[in-house]
Every structure is written in C-alpha cells, then in structure tokens.
C-alpha cells in the first residue's frame, strides 16, 4: 500500500514531535515542511531530505499531498485551514482551532461547503487514561459524579518564550495553549459546562497575558469543577508530568492532578487509584474506603491520533475531534477569558 503524503506546517516544537511520529510511522511518510523560509526552517527541512515551502499557496501550486497537519501559531490556523478545505485535502490543526470562536467559524462555514475533513488536535482524546476514567463513572463505580479537581501547575523555561515570542502577547498565554486541552478532558468527564468563574495573574511574568489561573465551572449534570493553571508554578502536578503519556517531560508516577468525586467514591488521575464504598456499607465519612488500582496500558496518544488522522484520510473513520467539538471547546475558554476580565460569573 502507497503511504500517505503529510506535510508540516510549522516545524515547531508541536511539529517536530509529529514530524517523529510520521518518520517512524510505516503508513506515512513526511513529504514537505512549510514554514516562513528562516535559516532555521531551512536547515530543518535539509536535515529532513525534504522540499521547504514559504506558504501553503506555494505549496499546492507543486504538490498534491494526501495530509496536512497545521502547527503554526494560534492567529494563522483558520486561514491555512480553509486553504486546505478549499483543496479538499484533509487536514489537522492544532489546538485551538482558532485564536478566535469568531474567527473559527469560518472553518466551520467552508466544511459545509466542501468535501473536506478536518480534525482538532486534541490528542488527550486518545488517550487510555480518559477513557477508562469514562468507564468508571458510565458503570457507576462512584456513583453520581459531584466534583471533579484539577490543576496543570509547570514552570516553563525562559527558552520557551524567546523560541515563540508570540507565547508572550494575545492569541498565545497558558489559557489558549494548555487549558484548552483541560476544558476536552473535563466535557469528556463531566458533560458540557454550563457557567465558569477566573481570576488571573501576570504578576511574575509580567507579560500581555496571564501566567496563572484560578477557576471554577458548574456543570449541566449538576457537578462542579475547580482547576488551577500556571506556567511559571514549580510543581509536578499537571497532565504532562503526572501521565508519563509525553517522554518530553519529567514524569512523577506518584502524582495526580486531577481527582474525580462521586456520591460513593473517587477516581485519583492519572495514578487511577478509585476509592469507593463497598456495596453493603452507607456512605459516611466514618466508613472505610475499598482501594484498588486500575491498572493502564500506556500509549502515546499523538501517535494513536496520527494513526486515527491516517484513517480519516483513508476515509474508514470519521474525526473523532470534529471541528465543532473544538470551536466549543474555544467557546468556553472565550467565557473564561471574559470572566476573568470583567471579574464576573459568565454562563457560557
């Protein structure tokens, strides 16, 4: 079978982990890079073996690839998704989908138009840990859902912004880049989010946008949330560190950061450690809890995304992550945004 053709757009630092996960993946191979045409971009691409592109127009003009994953900044993912759309070339795009729920619309707008697919980078999605989190609360192991706690608390280095300086100003900050993907895993947990509460600092960084966040959401099912988010907090306690799913990032196995609550028992995460009441004892704070450890099978989810990206190119799936699922998500971190601006209760 002929391997499928990707491009990458943005040899970043999202990009060149796909552009690994493509080189040793048997079903694709990496057929060209675009990217502003810096020096850098261009030792990139020679070190690759592979044709550098200073846009997608450019590109389309030569080539006709089977994929295009997107990884370039936040403010150019909606036109370079609509370039590809309008080719009907299947595409990925990096979360968000947008900088903007306004300006993602029109993503939305031109799929209805053309024969295209398009799938959001929400690699989380894939990953076994959220799904058997799904299972506990589905066979009611505990019970109603009643809280869910959370943090993404990491220091990010000095080099990370210099890299990116647009991390620093509007369209970058961590609610854009890393809670987003909180926001899937909690609708993916909880149900859709009915209101959410921020307060936000830029006290140490000191850049446009925020450093750390305190949050609350209420739930439709009835359930409430709390997080807590900062890129310059000296702490293991987030998703990355905790998982073990990225080896980019040092791992702590015997750490959580998220723990789910129920009317008879918790879920600890990603350790999924669940704590429940055994079925002929009544819920008290006085009764013991029954422990045990679900035990995981780790995978890397960017790689079980790729492999999903490939069967949609393929036209044997369907985006698991549709273009909806990620403007929604977009939508409440908007909420969040204005929230924390107008230091109000904003019902998304």
């Known amino acids: ?111 209805e138009k053309n024969n295209a697919k398009l799938l959001v980078g929400h690699h989380r999605t894939y990953s076994p840990i959220i799904a058997e989190a799904k299972k506990v609360i589905k066979d009611n192991k505990i019970g109603q859902v009643v809280t869910l706690m959370g943090s993404a608390l990491f220091y990010k280095p000095s080099k990370y912004f210099t890299d990116g300086p647009w991390r620093k100003k509007i369209g970058g900050g961590p609610i854009l880049i890393n809670l987003i993907h909180e926001i899937g895993n909690f609708r993916a947990l909880c149900g859709e989010i009915e209101s959410v509460s921020a307060v936000t600092s830029k006290k140490i960084r000191k850049f446009e946008v925020e450093d750390t966040v305190a949050l609350i959401f209420s739930f439709k099912n009835g359930s409430l949330g709390t997080f807590l988010l900062s890129d310059t907090a000296a702490s293991p306690k987030s998703w990355e560190q905790t998982s073990g799913e990225n080896p980019a990032f040092s791992h702590y196995p015997d750490e959580d950061c998220y723990v789910l609550s129920g009317t008879r028992g918790s879920l600890s995460m990603p350790s999924m450690k669940l704590r429940t009441y055994p079925k002929n004892v009544t819920p008290s704070w006085s009764s013991n809890f029954k422990t045990e450890l679900i035990k995981i099978k780790k995978i890397n989810p960017l790689e079980s995304q790729l492999n999903h990206f490939l069967d949609v190119i393929d036209g044997t799936s369907e985006p698991k992550v549709s273009a909806y699922d990620g403007l929604e998500n977009l939508r409440i971190l908007e909420a969040i945004l204005k929230s924390a601006r107008f230091e109000k209760l904003v019902h998304v």
């Open 1 to 111: 079978m002929k391997k499928k053709e990707l491009v990458i757009v943005g040899p970043g630092l999202i990009g060149s982990k796909h552009i690994e996960l493509i080189k040793s993946n048997k079903r694709c191979v990496l057929s060209a890079i675009v990217a502003p045409n810096h020096e850098h971009d261009k030792k990139i691409a020679q070190q690759l073996g592979v044709p550098l592109y200073f846009n997608l127009d450019k590109l389309f003009n030569a080539a006709s690839p089977d994929g295009v994953i997107i990884c370039s900044p936040n403010k150019f993912h909606v036109k370079q998704s609509i370039l590809c759309i309008k080719k009907s070339i299947p595409v990925l795009v990096e979360k968000p989908i947008s900088h903007s729920y306004k300006s993602g619309l029109k993503i939305i707008q031109e799929l």
